[in-house]
């Protein structure tokens, strides 16, 4: 009676339990990953770096160089870094005196561009280099070759399925060529046998998947190399043009030339700004948008455009961003002769969400005292878009549209110290040479504004006025970053890639037709897969009952009568049973559990 078997017999390993030397080559390369050497590398420099460089480019080392790389990549997401925000490094070095310095010398305000990090991401990309290119020739080898032959013993592979059939031969190997090219098998004839490979995609999914990491790392690196990137706070009627000395901070890669900044320009028409009046979520943006005239090049046309938060304006490779907001107060400042010396709309910097800001006034020219003589002037500000009132609490605003807005002022007089040569920050006022303006009980000389109202300077000194004109300002962040296109072509590369690395799987399928001793033609199957091809003897079982309807069972021989009674008993229960069953007859492997 002809017999299948299609349970998978594998090692403690999960490997099919059969040696190289009862399979041959019917059980070599099912995968294109490097075999490693049990003996130890030959002494001398050159073994020793044969078995460094093995350890190198194996997967394990490169999978341990990809988790150390994200592992290194948390700090520069935890840590202020000079590269984003030089202020903030230095804030948490005061604030943290103990850690800073050791910081410091780890480069934990330098992630990406530390030594440490360099050298992982500089190991792991040789690493990835030399394991693709090796797995790359011998796939490409494997794709020009045939499969392999069938071994000469089918019943030791871990699916196998026989019968019999009255079909000659090559009847049921043409039957079975064409079966298995219907199904997308590799074919060919050999012998007695027809050898059919499947599964190929699953090896070049491995290989895209870490030719795409190669993409990425490149992108990264170009990336960091040519990158641009500055902030610009403009007024509401202000402008921009994309040169280098038109930024407020600017930074950029080691590689960047600065004769490469687009060519562009764009103006701050006006700033939209709506938000939730009730409920738990008041205070909250719905609208939040600069409307912004821009051109490209020196004599391009006059385009318009609204930048959101999560909508740039892109020109010439560059995006501006949307980065922030707040109230630019417009006030004029007159000497005692009531002689205009100074009228703006100075930027203040919000300190909360509800925009309560702070900043500085700094009259630096064009101001005389009372005697003739140069003076300068300085305001410590405060502003409120919504004043809660007097006595009402602390001056803080309490939302962030203009519904109730209030300027406290403060007044100095004297240096300001901007002739030193030292920098200093347009937002805060340096007092350490400035005398206080005093009031009549002596005490500072400070006001709360609305809007039209003016403090007057004593001793005829002259007076501040809080106009009307209440402006907005927006901060843009405009940045040139090459090779995100393909880094995210090599991040859907990679997902691809493991996909397929994960979920094809590669098996291969041999069918023997041969007549046997009583010239019958006896057919073999048996498959062969890697240790997780889980579903090869549920395939085989399907091949095979295919290959089965072209080519069926052929009757099993009647056994001699040994009486007419026996006979006719025997006939008549042969005519009960059915002798072409539907299905192939079951043989058990050799070896296979019961």
């Given at each position: 009676m002809s017999k299948t078997d299609t349970t998978p017999q594998t090692d403690a390993a999960g490997a099919p339990s059969e040696s190289a030397d009862d399979l041959g080559a019917a059980?070599?390369?099912?995968?294109?990953?490097?075999?490693?050497?049990?003996?130890l590398p030959s002494l001398g420099v050159v073994g020793w770096v044969r078995w460094f460089w093995r350890q190198l480019t194996s997967m394990r080392v490169a999978l341990i160089l990809l988790f150390l790389l994200s592992l290194g990549a948390i700090p520069g997401s935890l840590i202020p870094q000079n590269s984003v925000d030089e202020l903030k490094v230095q804030d948490f070095k005061a604030a943290h005196s103990t850690l800073a310095p050791l910081y410091d010398k780890l480069q934990l305000f330098d992630v990406y561009s530390?030594?440490?990090?360099?050298?992982?991401?500089?190991?792991?990309?040789?690493?990835?280099?030399?394991?693709?290119?090796?797995?790359?020739?011998?796939?490409?080898g494997q794709l020009r070759s045939r499969p392999p032959g069938a071994p000469k013993r089918l019943t030791r592979l871990p699916a196998y399925a026989t019968w019999r059939?009255?079909?000659?031969?090559?009847?049921?190997?043409?039957?079975?060529?064409?079966?298995?090219?219907?199904?997308?098998?590799?074919?060919?004839?050999?012998?007695?046998?027809?050898?059919?490979?499947?599964?190929?995609?699953?090896?070049?999914?491995?290989?895209?998947?870490?030719?795409?990491?190669?993409?990425?790392?490149?992108?990264?690196?170009?990336?960091?190399?040519?990158?641009?990137?500055g902030q610009k706070l403009v007024v509401e009627g202000d402008g921009f043009s994309n040169t280098l000395t038109q930024y407020d901070n600017f930074k950029s890669g080691s590689l960047f030339d600065t004769q490469n900044l687009a060519p562009f320009s764009f103006k701050l028409d006006k700033f939209e700004g709506t938000y939730e009046e009730t409920g738990p979520q008041r205070g909250t943006p719905r609208t939040y948008r600069a409307n912004v005239s821009y051109s490209e090049g020196a004599d391009g046309a006059e385009k318009k455009k609204g930048i959101e938060s999560n909508k740039p304006l892109e020109v010439d490779?560059?995006?501006?961003?949307?980065?922030?907001?707040?109230?630019?107060?417009?006030?004029?400042?007159?000497?005692?002769?009531?002689?205009?010396?100074?009228?703006?709309?100075?930027?203040?910097?919000?300190?909360?969400?509800?925009?309560?800001?702070?900043?500085?006034?700094?009259?630096?020219?064009?101001?005389?005292?009372?005697?003739?003589?140069?003076?300068?002037?300085?305001?410590?500000?405060?502003?409120?878009?919504?004043f809660a009132g007097t006595g009402k609490g602390q001056m803080f605003s309490q939302f962030p549209a203009l519904k109730y807005p209030v300027l406290a002022l403060s007044a100095y007089h004297g240096s300001l110290g901007v002739d030193s040569g030292l920098p200093q920050n347009v937002y805060q006022l340096d007092t350490k040479k400035m005398e206080?303006?005093?009031?009549?009980?002596?005490?500072?000389?400070?006001?709360?504004?609305?809007?039209?109202?003016?403090?007057?300077?004593?001793?005829?000194?002259?007076?501040?006025?809080?106009?009307?004109?209440?402006?907005?300002?927006?901060?843009?962040?405009?940045?040139?970053?090459?090779?995100?296109?393909?880094?995210?072509?090599?991040?859907?590369?990679?997902?691809?890639?493991?996909a397929g690395s994960l979920f094809i799987q590669r098996r291969r399928v041999w069918v023997r037709a041969r007549t046997g001793d009583d010239g019958v033609t006896v057919v073999e199957m048996a498959g062969l897969g890697r240790?997780?091809?889980?579903?090869?003897?549920?395939?085989?079982?399907?091949?095979?009952?295919?290959?089965?309807?072209?080519?069926?069972?052929?009757?099993?021989?009647?056994?001699?009568?040994?009486?007419?009674?026996?006979?006719?008993?025997?006939?008549?229960?042969?005519?009960?049973?059915?002798s072409t069953p539907d299905n192939p007859p079951v043989v058990p492997a050799e070896g296979a559990e019961k």
């Open positions: 059980g070599a390369q099912l995968s294109t990953a490097p075999q490693e050497e049990v003996k530390s030594v440490w990090f360099s050298a992982i991401y500089i190991l792991l990309f040789v690493s990835l280099i030399g394991c693709i290119v090796p797995r790359t020739w011998q796939f490409v059939t009255e079909a000659e031969p090559e009847q049921v190997r043409e039957a079975a060529l064409t079966m298995l090219k219907e199904r997308r098998f590799r074919t060919h004839a050999e012998g007695d046998a027809v050898a059919a490979e499947k599964g190929y995609l699953r090896e070049a999914g491995n290989l895209a998947f870490h030719v795409a990491l190669i993409v990425l790392l490149i992108a990264f690196a170009a990336g960091q190399l040519f990158k641009s990137e490779g560059s995006k501006v961003y949307l980065i922030g907001h707040g109230y630019a107060p417009t006030v004029t400042v007159r000497d005692g002769r009531g002689k205009v010396v100074y009228k703006a709309s100075v930027p203040l910097l919000p300190i909360d969400s509800n925009v309560t800001s702070t900043g500085a006034i700094k009259v630096l020219d064009g101001y005389k005292d009372k005697n003739g003589k140069d003076e300068q002037l300085g305001f410590n500000a405060f502003f409120v878009p919504t206080k303006f005093k009031d009549s009980k002596g005490q500072l000389l400070k006001d709360r504004l609305r809007p039209g109202e003016t403090l007057k300077l004593p001793n005829g000194a002259g007076s501040i006025t809080f106009e009307k004109d209440i402006k907005q300002w927006a901060t843009f962040q405009i940045s040139q970053q090459p090779g995100t296109g393909w880094a995210l072509s090599g991040a859907v590369a990679a997902i691809l890639g493991l240790s997780e091809s889980a579903k090869l003897p549920e395939e085989l079982s399907e091949l095979a009952a295919h290959l089965h309807e072209r080519a069926p069972s052929a009757p099993e021989p009647e056994p001699e009568a040994k009486d007419s009674k026996d006979s006719e008993g025997s006939e008549n229960s042969t005519d009960s049973k059915d």
